[in-house]
């Protein structure tokens, strides 16, 4: 439904953005209340970092911006950065693999966008 | 999906704040481009703002953070603003219509979060 | 030099904020490289917030949003709390120091401000 | 001052930024209030994606991202755009002149900054 009045070409990526984004901010609340916090540093810049490039797509793509496949190739890579960190505690953290599933559907929709947008 | 991680009771916020800032930030670009801009500036004006605060919005309440519910009541005035401003152009302009919507349901979930969470 | 486009009554809102925004990320960042991570947790989660609504308050002002008032009242509400917890740290850590008296700054130009423009 | 807590090579870089941003947003206001917006249409939309990416940059910078130098690449080429853009209007309008000189400095800072930290 949000998405709408957006270009009908990054619906798929502009709802892969926002669920990355609200998971990632998650993750890093998440993490940063773990008993180890020193552990989680690693995953708790990247979260951050993902977090706010995912924000940043989604507003590009729902502008129409001539830019927008350049922040989702970005995104991409961080959100494969951040997928990778977080698979490292998958096992023990349920809020890590979730958020890894979460940036890897990212990554992927960023991808099939600038794909499909040439 | 996308908001699981979040904390439970935002979720219903969380969605038509992520709405709401999509459809502010494409209605902006839609106004942008219709032929009489000049009589859209205001509505440029209030989309951009309300786009700012939706975003803002969505990631403190993804991060748990103590202050969401001050940023969702700011969130509710600029979103109330931005729909009585889009429902004047709502009969000849689908875009207003859908986003003076999305402002009006993001308005009311930012208020029924506050009611809440006291 | 970098405001002089910005509505005139801003100029010392928008360094502050400015100057707040890049002190708490720098602030958290360096948090999180501290041994003691998890007493650090309170502080990074007050930088991550206080820096969010900084940025924020600059786009407002610099736009000559007819909500940048309200926007900087929030601001200096979070930063008044960001600047409590830092100064908690700031015997041992000179980022805290340094964060706090940014926060403080940058509430009472937020305040200031609000004065101001009636 | 505002940026005595970010990595020190990345100070230079900040401030312009900073300023770029702000400028961009400011220009954006004003072309929204000329005469012939619909002229000033593209520089509007420029302007809005050259400000995001800014506070991005800005904000990867102060966080010590490892992400910054990519953000600041994209930065830079966006800063190109905006800055081409404002120059056509630069005669008749000074908002557009002082914008492209933002973002000319702005787009040489993100390029000094690349090739500075390897």
Not at 42 to 59: F, P, Q
């Amino acid at each position: 439904m949000a998405t709408t009045l957006a270009p009908q070409q990054y619906q798929a990526c502009i709802e892969a953005c926002q669920d990355c984004a609200v998971s990632c901010d998650a993750c890093a609340n998440a993490c940063l209340h773990e008993q180890d916090v020193q552990m989680m540093a690693r995953c708790i810049e990247l979260d951050r970092d993902c977090a706010k490039l995912c924000y940043t797509a989604v507003s590009f793509m729902a502008s129409g911006s001539g830019f927008a496949q350049q922040v989702c190739e970005l995104c991409a890579q961080i959100c494969e950065a951040c997928a990778e960190e977080c698979e490292k505690h998958a096992d023990h953290m349920d809020h890590c693999r979730q958020c890894a599933e979460a940036c890897r559907r990212c990554a992927e929709a960023c991808r099939a966008m600038m794909g499909m947008s040439a």
